[in-house]
């Protein structure tokens, strides 16, 4: 199965930057995927590391390590509509299910 | 536009009043998604289709249940809701990509149920 651990909760200010750690145990690994959840909307993609390194997308990137199951999402020059819930998330050996972890909770304030 | 709609945002449904829940999408993707969400928990797949292929989760209750009548549409139906059935459920859409996972999912807006 999957399991996919990252911290319940981060809080910092608005300009500063914040890494987000997320660690699995997968059984097949194709990528790791991070979404962002504002409260009460749906999961939106944020960015997806099938290899090892870092992906860069605007004020926000992903890392990857496959050796050590490990990943992260850095999100710099903080704004306070970056408040939201952040998952890292796997598919499944067979590739048709999206399994998340339990979710970080980033709070910025001003 | 919208890509997977839900339909309704919300529903209020009775205790053990049967209850459906609608989606659609227009990406043509073979695999179609439902997830419960609770308040300030991770989205839980409660099932999912690949192409007609149905796929159960294993502590998904036998309360829920689902229908594809096409690629377009599926259905969350919830025989007997409960107390405990309130929550957000999300949609999703997803399609393989070589070398044989997709890279990303496509939600739906959630139906926000209640229950009374």
């Known amino acids: 199965g999957q399991s996919l651990e990252q911290p319940s909760e981060v809080t910092a200010v608005e300009g500063a930057i914040v890494q987000i750690n997320c660690t699995y145990q997968t059984s097949g690994f194709y990528g790791l995927s991070w979404y962002q959840q504002h409260d009460g909307g749906a999961p939106t993609f944020l960015s997806y590391?099938?290899?090892?390194g870092l992906e860069e997308t605007g004020r926000f990137s992903s890392f990857l390590s496959r050796s050590d199951s490990y990943g992260y999402l850095l999100l710099q020059e903080l704004q306070m509509k970056d408040s939201a819930s952040y998952f890292c998330?796997?598919?499944?050996?067979?590739?048709?299910?999206?399994?998340f972890g339990k979710g970080t909770t980033l709070s910025v304030s001003s | 536009d919208a890509m997977v709609i839900q339909n309704p945002r919300y529903q209020v449904t009775q205790f053990g009043k049967p209850v459906t829940l609608s989606c659609s999408q227009t990406?043509?993707?073979?695999?179609m998604y439902w997830y419960q969400q609770k308040s300030s928990q991770a989205p839980k797949l409660l099932f999912h289709?690949?192409?007609?292929?149905?796929?159960n989760e294993a502590d998904t209750p036998d309360n829920f249940q689902s229908r594809r009548p096409n690629t377009s549409f599926c259905f969350l139906d919830i025989r007997s809701p409960g107390l405990g059935d309130a929550a957000m459920y999300l949609c999703?859409?997803?399609?393989?990509?070589?070398?044989?996972?997709?890279?990303?999912?496509?939600f739906g807006q959630g139906t926000r149920l209640t229950v009374v």
């Open positions: 289709y690949y192409d007609k292929d149905f796929n």
């Open positions: 990406l043509n993707h073979n695999v």
């Open positions: 590391n099938a290899l090892d």
């Open positions: 998330a796997v598919f499944n050996q067979a590739g048709t299910a999206l399994i």
């Open positions: 999703a859409t997803s399609a393989p990509s070589p070398p044989g996972a997709p890279t990303e999912a496509f």
